[in-house]
């Protein structure tokens, strides 16, 4: 029997994160959504359901933001706050282009696009114990 190694944090962390261009031009590293910031979108969104979705991301999409962008983005690092400090950037810096491209890149990053959902979905009805039941 062999014994497998440890996976450290580090190559733990290689699979979690990727650089991006984005509609700028600026190159940012962006990570997975953690699932600690998956239950605050959750809390945010409601439990609604797929179709309705696009209405609620439209109505919450400041808080969405809020939580996606300064814990999402890896470098540079992004605030909340007004910042004088030249290594990070406030989320109001940011164009609103990049913003958007940020959060669809994090969410097809994590596997959360629309596309990845359904797929997951059809998966899960073909599934043999879905249909056993």
């Not at 440890?6 to 600026?26: D, H, N």
């Not at 609620?56 to 814990?71: E, F, G, N, Q, W």
């Not at 959360?112 to 009805?125: A, I, P, V």
Request: glycine share 4%.
């Amino acid at each position: 029997m062999s014994k497998k190694k440890i996976t450290s944090p580090k190559e733990y962390l290689k699979g979690q994160r990727k650089k991006i261009t984005l509609p700028s031009g600026a190159v940012f590293e962006i990570r997975k959504l953690s699932p600690i910031a998956f239950g605050e979108i959750l809390k945010i969104t409601g439990p609604e359901t797929a179709r309705d979705m696009d209405d609620v991301i439209r109505d919450k999409i400041v808080d969405i933001m809020k939580v996606i962008v300064p814990r999402c983005v890896v470098k540079p690092k992004i605030t909340l706050e007004e910042t004088d400090d030249e290594d990070k950037l406030s989320l109001e810096d940011l164009e609103m282009q990049d913003v958007f491209a940020l959060l669809d890149e994090v969410y097809a990053f994590s596997g959360l696009s629309t596309e990845d959902t359904e797929e997951r979905k059809s998966f899960r009805e073909d599934s043999p114990s879905a249909t056993s039941s």
